[in-house]
């Protein structure tokens, strides 16, 4: 098994510019999410999921869309950066409440 | 909200020392509780967890970890840190919804 993979691992954008974050997991686990990890503050949740078709706003949404039309994939959109976005962004999954498996990361810096 | 508190933002201590962390939460019902470790330049991984049952829980690499319910504390510890224990340490809290919550986190620098 892969795990949880991210791609891609870095990314540069202009403010205003839109992109995907991509996350995939080959656990068959029903519960995805979204964190991005800022210094001193730990990881904030940013979107989860519960099973494909059904996603829902954590902590610190604003800025972000998610969609999850398969178990597998669930990919976060930035809809127009914003140098606030510049963060390490992580994708987790889980079968069972709280033990998540977390993906490498996305490194992002918005310009 | 529930809230996670790690008491220490970076902890610096010799090779064989004793370390322990602290992490307080401000949820009064039944949660499930975890320490993640972050090596320099890897994402999380899970040290251990606690469900129920027995609340001193061992975990990898010689971690455990105590939960006391009264005090709403899930603290770390580890009898003898070695150069490879240097890493971020993450302390978070689950309810039954699946959501994580995460303490900011402790950088523990271990020198030789």
């Known amino acids: 098994n892969a795990g949880v993979t991210q791609t891609p691992k870095f990314q540069v954008l202009k403010t205003g510019q839109s992109m995907t974050l991509q996350c995939a997991q080959d656990m068959n686990h029903e519960y995805m999410s979204w964190y991005r990890q800022d210094p001193g503050m730990g990881l904030r949740l940013i979107h989860y999921s519960v099973g494909a078709g059904i996603t829902d706003q954590g902590e610190v949404p604003n800025g972000y869309n998610v969609s999850r039309s398969t178990t597998e994939d669930f990919p976060l959109r930035l809809l127009s950066a914003a140098p606030s976005q510049t963060s390490v962004y992580f994708c987790a999954s889980s079968k069972t409440s709280g033990e998540q498996y977390f993906g490498p990361g996305t490194r992002l810096t918005v310009t | 909200a529930q809230s996670v508190s790690q008491h220490n933002h970076h902890v610096i201590l010799s090779e064989a020392a004793s370390l322990e962390l602290g992490c307080n939460y401000s949820?009064?019902?039944?949660?499930?509780l975890f320490w993640y470790v972050q090596y320099p330049g890897q994402h999380l991984q899970l040290l251990l967890k606690?469900?129920?049952?027995?609340?001193l829980v061992k975990g990898i690499k010689g971690f455990e970890a105590e939960f006391i319910k009264s005090k709403f504390s899930f603290n770390l510890r580890k009898p003898s840190v070695q150069w490879s224990d240097t890493a971020e340490y993450f302390c978070a809290v689950s309810l039954e919804d699946y959501k994580l919550s995460f303490g900011a986190g402790t950088t523990v620098t271990v020198r030789a």
């Open positions: 606690y469900f129920s049952g027995d609340p």
């Open positions: 949820y009064g019902g039944t949660v499930n």
